[in-house]
């Protein structure tokens, strides 16, 4: 574990919530079951294999010498949580976790829970999506004269949103089938000061297209699903049949951005379905994940792809 003691030591004081160490991303022999998170003011540790309790130890000297380092006369905050076999078994460290707690990134505040679950509310690795989303929204409205109508598919706490009306979206309908998320999700956009503008649909995508439709055309559609999750999204089953509904929903030259965080399936996957189900899509870019996510194979790492509806 060498390789997280040593990103350990050379981190500087986050600021916003951001990832500090991937060992999941393959490149450090040893370290694969290991991630640090900043959820200021509290850093998650994540081990995805047992951590014995010397391990934890030298974890948290580190982190405390760091901290004396970084942050002279501040508490340090950290929670442990290993997972395994489909549960996550979370403890406090050290410190205490904020109620709520209100993390920021790119100028915009999230709520987040560390202290239960597998999900934090925020998804880090997205955050090139969400800086994407902010640009493209900012961009649409000066190239026409008016908001961009953006549909958000798997909403799950309503970041993408967020990220939308901030760029100057004109409205963003938010559709999952977990009511807690869109509650936070709601939550998130009174923090930002975006109350108006955002519509929250608790409701299955797929017995839902009617009225989705009936709130378009999109100039944007974003769809982030779990990548196996039964009783709500397969990748290999239901991206097709996602897919063959947006040449319907877009508005002529919109686009989508379609998220695929499952390693066994590459963007190949991507690009042969979209081309079976709705070839007047074509493929704009795949963006760059962010620098902390590096993979050791980008074929294995997180798919965030453009494609464009042609005019």
């Known amino acids: 574990m060498q390789a997280l003691l040593d990103a350990i030591a050379a981190m500087p004081l986050p600021t916003d919530a951001e990832r500090i160490f991937h060992g999941r991303g393959g490149l450090y022999p040893g370290c694969e079951h290991w991630t640090l998170d900043a959820y200021p003011p509290v850093l998650l ?11 934890l130890a030298a974890v948290g000297a580190a982190l405390q010498a ?55 509310g925020l998804f880090l690795d997205m955050a090139a999506g ?33 990220a939308a ?12 089938m977990a009511r807690a998320a869109l509650a936070t999700g709601q939550h998130n956009h009174q923090l930002n000061g975006l109350a108006g503008g955002a519509q929250f649909w608790p409701h299955d995508i797929f017995t839902s297209w009617g009225k989705i439709a009936r709130h378009g055309p999109w100039d944007l559609i974003v769809a982030d699903p779990p990548s196996h999750q039964k009783g709500s999204f397969v990748a290999t089953k239901d991206y097709p049949r996602l897919m063959r509904r947006l040449p319907a929903l877009l508005a002529p030259g919109g686009h989508a ?15 042969h379905h979209m081309h079976e189900q709705a070839p007047g899509l074509a493929f704009v ?7 902390a996510f590096a993979d050791v194979d980008e074929g294995r790492a997180l798919k965030v792809a453009v494609y464009r509806l042609a005019p």
């Open 45 to 55: 540790l994540t081990s995805f294999a047992p951590a014995s309790e010397a391990q």
């Open 66 to 120: 760091r901290w004396q380092q970084i942050a002279p006369g501040q508490p340090l905050n950290w929670v442990f949580q290993q997972r395994g076999a489909g549960r996550a078994d979370t403890r406090p460290m050290a410190g205490s976790v904020p109620d709520p707690h209100i993390v920021t990134e790119a100028g915009a505040r999230y709520r987040v829970q560390v202290l239960r679950g597998q999900n934090h």
């Open 130 to 162: 969400r800086r994407w989303v902010r640009a493209w929204a900012a961009d649409f409205g000066a190239r026409h004269g008016r908001g961009a109508r953006v549909l958000n598919l798997f909403a799950y706490t309503g970041a993408f949103s967020v």
């Open 165 to 176: 009306l901030q760029g100057g979206a004109a409205q963003v309908g938010n559709i999952d």
């Open 257 to 271: 951005l379609l998220c695929l965080n499952a390693p066994e399936l590459g963007m190949d996957f991507l690009h």
């Open 285 to 291: 870019e795949r963006l760059a994940n962010p620098a």
